[in-house]
């Protein structure tokens, strides 16, 4: 097995449901799979991928990785800062970085003025529980209301 987590090749959170663990192998399989990807690469991240999800498939295989896992010392991450990202008086706060996917080590209000379609998919999406108060409080910020309107879609007399 290589030296990887098998939930960071699945690019997901050690806490993910089963499903999204499933879903996370299956898009990735699909995008790496020999068959559709001709780069030399593709069977190599391909194993890589079926081994990860071997050790992370059921309840049973997943506790026994989970225990092996918690016993060994994770190593350390090296956060990257997002480009044009610059030093502000007000440090984020730790849970306001992201810590799996391309955005990993953003911030959330980095995410927001880089990648702002991202932050609302990662608003609806399972991942993104753990952010969704900063995340609502972002986008309340960066969107104003809209009028109201009709059922024919125009603007309501008051």
């Not at 690469?41 to 026994?64: C, F, H, I, K, Q």
């Not at 991450?77 to 044009?84: D, E, K």
């Not at 810590?99 to 609806?124: K, N, V």
Request: charge should be positive.
């Amino acid at each position: 097995m290589s030296q990887r987590d098998a939930y960071e090749v699945l690019q997901v959170h050690p806490k993910a449901h089963p499903l999204v663990i499933q879903a996370a192998f299956r898009a990735l399989a699909s995008l790496f799979h020999p068959d559709r990807d001709p780069s030399g690469g593709a069977t190599r991240r391909m194993a890589e991928l079926n081994e990860a999800y071997a050790l992370v498939r059921t309840p049973d295989r997943r506790e026994v990785y989970d225990r092996g896992r918690a016993s060994q010392p994770q190593p350390s991450v090296t956060v990257t800062p997002p480009p044009g990202a610059t030093s502000s008086a007000a440090a984020p706060r730790a849970n306001d970085r992201l810590d799996f996917g391309r955005y990993q080590g953003w911030t959330i209000r980095d995410l927001a003025r880089q990648d702002p379609e991202y932050l609302r998919w990662l608003s609806r999406h399972s991942s993104g529980i753990r952010y969704r108060r900063q995340i609502e409080e972002l986008l309340r910020e960066t969107s104003a209301p809209a009028p109201a309107t009709s059922a024919k879609g125009k603007p309501k007399r008051r």
